[in-house]
């Protein structure tokens, strides 16, 4: 029992300065939200439809890029520093190969936005949106990278530390791009998207610098040598990433799918769909973080060869992300309309918002729990169960049911988040259901973590 109390203690440590971390990412998105919902509620539907393509194509990207997670977490615990040399050198090639394609997608975002049924008009502006972060793009994969590369090691203030002077700058950016000032002339939703890409160079910046300053690099690092470029060494990386962007990818489109759908019944309805969402990806920043948590905790202790241990801390983990989402969604029942009007002022957007928010505090300890399991899976190597878990559970049924419960049942907006929760519900069941019956034959990774 003291073993499993000491795991919950070493989980919170870790998770607690990342669930801050990620919150104040996205508290930069609700910053942006905010400040553009200022300008007028087409302003804010043009940059959540924006924000909706350039998000779910960075998600793809990020998931391969945590395929480094087994790898560094595991080489860290079995105190390996050229294999961990190594991770972070492929992860930041693997980074310099997504930065066209990420760039492409992003350039194809306003024809892309039409040819999924929106209008014309918002998916111009949301383009505009996106088309002004385009210099961001190599700066938000470099953040990445090494913010796993961090993360996987336990050191996880240098980022935190980030964030937090980001958000900073990213309302002065926000004010001064927007509205105008200093000579600057007021550019609305582009100007949001010129704020959001400065915001993420400062971040890689500041990172690197924290780096630098805590050498943080000590006993995880090896020069670069012809190695370094090892094809079966990325392919390891590809294979264990690859699953991981499938997981994320149909989790996120479907969110995105749905924000589609919701787009199809009208202005207001989107408004409020994209408002309720963006509370609880707040709340979701909770588990996500206590997730990279237990990525790092069960990886590391792998690592060390202790599965016992990383057994424990896998169960620690899963229970803290329910208790902590229970929680959430008794806040938003008990808050209410209070935590709408934070978005907005339309009177029809609110009252919308508010009727999807006791839906919304329902599958709170659902998402929680299927966000921590996958992260218990990441550290223990097993990328490819969650994938193929959240296959089933988003896009074959989650997608499908809220068409019908939307359109076909006539259920409107209330259809989407209830097929959420159902979706949601499955994923959960399915992910811990996979994760207690296998945790028993988890080995070390060994071989696969070697400096190849």
């Known amino acids: 029992m003291s073993s ?14 990342i669930v801050v971390t990620q919150l104040g990412t996205m508290m ?35 998931g391969l890029i945590q395929g480094m997670d087994p790898l560094v977490t595991q080489a860290h615990g079995a105190k390996d520093a050229k294999a ?4 972070l050198q492929r992860g930041l090639l693997l980074g310099l190969v997504l930065i066209p394609v990420l760039t492409l997608s992003w350039q194809l975002g306003g024809a892309a936005l039409v040819a999924l049924g929106q209008d014309p008009g918002l998916s111009s502006v949301a383009e505009s949106y996106i088309q002004a972060q385009l210099f961001s793009v190599p700066a938000i994969l470099g953040f990445l990278v090494l913010r796993q590369y961090l993360q996987g090691r336990g050191f996880v203030r240098p980022a935190l530390w980030t964030v937090l002077i980001a958000n900073l700058f990213n309302v002065v950016f926000n004010e001064l791009f927007i ?38 690099l000590a006993e995880g690092w090896v020069p670069w040598s012809r190695r370094s470029f090892s094809l079966r060494a990325m392919g390891t990386l590809l294979l264990l990433g690859l699953p991981i962007a499938i997981h994320f990818g149909v989790e996120v489109w479907t969110f995105q799918a749905a924000t589609l759908m919701a787009g199809r019944i009208g202005e207001i309805e ?15 920043m909770f588990p996500w973080g206590i997730s990279g948590a237990a990525t790092t905790r069960v990886g590391n202790l792998l690592g060390e060869g202790d599965v016992s241990r990383a ?9 803290l992300g329910a ?9 938003i029942l008990v808050l209410g309309g209070r935590l709408p009007a934070i978005f907005s002022s339309d009177v029809a957007v609110l009252a919308s918002a508010i009727s999807l928010l006791p839906i919304a505090a329902g599958f709170q300890i659902f998402d929680g729990v299927q966000a921590v399991a996958a992260g218990v899976l990441r550290g223990a190597g097993k990328t490819i169960p969650a994938a193929a878990i959240g296959v089933i559970g988003f896009p074959l049924i989650t997608l499908p049911l809220a068409y019908h419960l939307t359109f076909t049942k006539g259920m409107g907006l209330p259809g989407i988040w209830w097929a959420y929760l159902t979706g949601l519900v499955i994923v959960a069941t ?20 070697a400096g190849d």
Request: no cysteine; charged share 10%.
């Open 430 to 449: 399915l992910l811990v259901s996979w994760t207690t019956l296998t945790a028993k034959n988890w080995q070390p990774m060994q071989r696969r973590i």
């Open 311 to 319: 057994r424990k801390a896998a169960r620690a983990a899963i229970a």
């Open 179 to 216: 509205f105008g000032g200093l000579g600057i002339p007021a550019l609305g939703v582009e100007g949001a998207g010129y704020a959001t890409g400065a915001s993420r160079w400062l971040m890689l910046l500041l990172l690197i610098a924290f780096m630098m300053r805590g050498r943080y």
């Open 270 to 284: 989107l408004a409020a769909h994209i408002v309720v969402l963006k509370i609880i990806s707040f709340t979701f």
């Open 4 to 17: 499993s109390r000491g795991e919950l203690s070493s989980i919170v440590s870790l998770a607690a300065p």
């Open 323 to 331: 208790l902590v989402m229970t929680g959430a969604g008794i806040t």
């Open 84 to 87: 961990l040399g190594r991770s």
């Open 28 to 62: 930069m998105g609700m910053v942006d939200m905010w400040m553009v919902g200022r300008v007028g509620t087409s302003a804010l539907a043009a940059v959540a439809l924006g924000d909706t393509w350039a998000f779910g194509m960075l998600i793809l990207g990020q």
